[in-house]
């Protein structure tokens, strides 16, 4: 199954957290822009989804940020603007995205088996998230238990005096 939605506005990463000294305790939070974020991407991901609950299973997620050219460029260069080479760090953007996920969209973002990240110019600024769900069985690696299993075998054709080549 693959959900895919847009969060509008200016697409952005995941910012530092930071501390505030309260008498002799440092407190530590999160930034005003970074909550507001973090609660459009997960209306966003809910509106797209409607009721489903998270996955249990792996899951794939592609960012794709579209940022509009900068009004000081030339018209040519803006309608031909090439890549995005400038801040926010590619690395930078899913972050955000994927904490919002976590526990929404699948149970542990450790689910997450692969992440792909673009950026690039378009029309209007936003970010495009597609999030696609696996079945357990799909991938290139046997689960963990399959491969204990087989692991376990080879240590038994060792003892044995099998050669496994």
């Known amino acids: 199954m693959r959900i895919t939605f847009i969060v509008p506005g200016i697409p952005a990463g995941k910012a530092r957290p930071r501390f505030a000294r309260i008498g ?8 005003a822009a970074d ?12 509106q797209a ?5 998270p996955h249990a299973g792996p899951a794939t997620v592609a960012v794709e940020a579209v940022f509009t050219p ?9 309608e031909n603007p090439g890549f995005m080479l400038s801040k926010p760090d590619g690395d930078n953007i899913p972050k955000l995205i994927l904490d ?12 997450v088996v692969r992440k792909e990240v673009s950026k690039r110019y378009g029309e209007r600024d936003e970010t495009r998230v597609t999030v696609e769900f696996l079945d357990a ?3 290139h690696f046997p ?9 376990a075998g080879e240590r038994e054709d ?4 099998l050669n496994a080549f």
Do not use: M
């Not at 909550?35 to 809910?46: D, G, H, Q, T």
């Not at 060792?158 to 005096?161: A, E, N, P």
């Open 24 to 31: 002799r305790h440092v407190r530590a939070y999160q930034p």
């Open 70 to 78: 900068p009004r000081s460029w030339p018209r040519k260069r803006r």
């Open 143 to 151: 689960a963990r238990g399959a491969t204990l299993a087989i692991a």
């Open 35 to 46: 909550a507001r974020r973090e609660s459009l991407v997960a209306l966003a991901y809910r």
């Open 49 to 53: 989804a409607g009721a489903l609950p």
């Open 137 to 139: 069985g799909e991938g």
């Open 158 to 161: 060792r003892r044995r005096g």
């Open 100 to 111: 919002v996920l976590n526990g929404v969209a699948y149970t542990d973002d450790s689910h």
